[in-house]
């Protein structure tokens, strides 16, 4: 692996370190001073085609010099992904930027923690807002609420039923409660995955986050919904938690009513997909 950072991003690493991973291997890269992240992934075209599209739209965010995103690093060759070979087989491979920081789920959920997080959500969606990436836009994904029907085949591996008929009945909701009001919302691009495993603080406020593979074109509110589906759990007071969010949110960027109304089959809906 050291040798493949040295031909496609002319880096020494000094030191690898292997990092967990969803759908992909992970890396930590340490070489002379600096630290990166090194991402790999089976070979797919189709995979190529989105992670191209996540590097152009990260390039977008770091233009202002902001450390609150992964940039993407180009390779020798000037591109944000490329194909190589590694053990006799082929995968694509991309050079991150490393952020600094504690996880969310790491620390104590303050007051200021929490509106910090309101802020930088809102902060981070008035930039997507203003991006527009045909190859995101068309995605079709489970994890994007609008695709929540993609779903529908993994019902039956529920195998508690009680589980499983609170999930039809939320699946149900959804359809009653959302879907027609969806065609009223505002679209953007959204980071789609705001869990407290991807938000990075620090001195007691959100710092950063990362791991933009879930990005979509969906309803802004979908982005909060997200969010709030992880922060409030095991919490004592979950409606107080939401709403030292969401004030900070709408502070920065302000919430339409119609939004804020499917609040609760949207966190619900993200829960069924869990």
């Not at 050291?2 to 992909?24: H, W």
Request: net charge negative; proline share 4%; with cysteine.
């Amino acid at each position: 692996m050291k040798s493949l950072i040295r031909q496609y991003f002319g880096i020494n690493a000094t030191r690898l370190t292997r990092l967990a991973g969803y759908e992909n291997a992970n890396f930590l890269i340490e070489s002379e001073g600096e630290r990166y992240i090194l991402k790999t992934y089976p070979f797919h075209e189709k995979t190529a085609i989105i992670l191209r599209a996540e590097s152009e739209v990260l390039d977008r965010l770091g233009e202002g010099g902001g450390k609150n995103y992964p940039k993407p690093i180009r390779s020798v060759s000037g591109n944000f992904v490329e194909k190589a070979r590694f053990e006799d087989r082929e995968i694509l491979i991309r050079l991150l930027t490393f952020l600094e920081g504690d996880f969310l789920a790491k620390v104590e959920h303050t007051p200021e923690l929490l509106a910090s997080l309101g802020t930088f959500l809102a902060e981070t969606d008035w930039q997507l807002m203003t991006i527009r990436n045909d190859v995101i836009a068309a995605r079709r994904y489970q994890w994007d609420l609008q695709h929540i029907d993609l779903n529908k085949p993994f019902l039956s591996d529920i195998m508690d039923p009680h589980d499983r008929a609170v999930v039809e009945y939320f699946l149900l909701q959804f359809r009653e409660e959302v879907i027609p009001v969806w065609p009223q919302l505002r679209m953007s691009l959204i980071h789609n995955d705001a869990n407290d495993h991807n938000v990075l603080t620090q001195d007691g406020k959100v710092s950063g986050i990362i791991d933009f593979g879930d990005m979509v074109e969906a309803p802004l509110i979908t982005e909060l919904a997200v969010a709030l589906a992880y922060i409030l759990m095991e919490k004592d007071d979950p409606l107080a938690v939401a709403v030292q969010i969401l004030k900070a949110y709408h502070e920065k960027l302000p919430l339409l009513p119609e939004e804020t109304d499917l609040l609760y089959y949207l966190i619900a809906a993200r829960l069924c997909i869990s």
